[in-house]
């Protein structure tokens, strides 16, 4: 406001407009400023990284996308993050499900959504070391706590049984709360069992 306070003055002047409506003006200013405000914040703490919009997403690229192209454009309305509904991107490498991850994890932060981008290894290592110095729990929330969390990369890892129970608390607990968490993995061909397993534990937590 204090900003943009010449500016109006001169504006209203030459308009004359009332003082009421000069003051209406510069709450405007000031209101979409905070606005924006928020959601360059959201996006710094989302690690997304970059922004991308759907505008940039080839759909016919290949079938499979145009197959999936209604369905996409209905989660960028958002309605799946008010329900807590999950989302889970599952194909082969290339096929674009990270960039559609992002482009929706950019919306919802241009919603003033709290959104969270994490490779799976990163987050998993960052959970497994925390049990060294008992912090568990508490860095648990940074993975619990957003509207959205979005899990890339999954179908790179193998889980052992201690991973795998990071990776079932931090859905299960998402789920209890009503929280939507994105997955991308490969296609589940030539899993190991132990992978197999911890997807389907996703999958049924998430569903």
Request: charged share 25%; glycine share 4%.
């Amino acid at each position: 406001m204090s900003r943009q306070l010449d500016q109006i003055s001169s504006d209203a002047a030459a308009k004359n407009l009332s003082f009421a409506q000069a003051l209406e003006s510069l709450a405007d200013l000031e209101l979409e400023s905070r606005n924006q405000n928020a959601i360059e914040r959201r996006f710094r703490l989302s690690r997304l990284q970059s922004r991308h919009s759907i505008d940039g997403f080839n759909f016919k690229h290949h079938k499979s996308r145009m197959e999936i192209k209604a369905r996409v454009t209905r989660l960028l309305d958002l309605e799946f993050l008010d329900k807590g509904t999950s989302v889970i991107f599952i194909g082969n490498p290339g096929v674009g499900k990270t960039l559609l991850a992002k482009i929706i994890g950019w919306r919802a932060c241009q919603a003033n959504k709290r959104v969270l981008f994490t490779a799976a290894a990163d987050m998993l290592n960052y959970l497994n070391a925390s049990q060294i110095d008992h912090s568990l729990i508490r860095k648990l929330k940074l993975y619990t706590e957003p509207a959205l969390l979005v899990i890339d990369e999954l179908g790179y890892l193998t889980l052992d049984q201690q991973t795998s129970n990071l990776f079932y608390q931090v859905v299960s607990t998402r789920h209890s709360h009503k929280r939507s968490t994105m997955i991308t993995p490969r296609l589940p061909i030539g899993w190991s069992k132990t992978r197999r397993s911890s997807c389907s534990a996703a999958i049924a937590s998430a569903s």
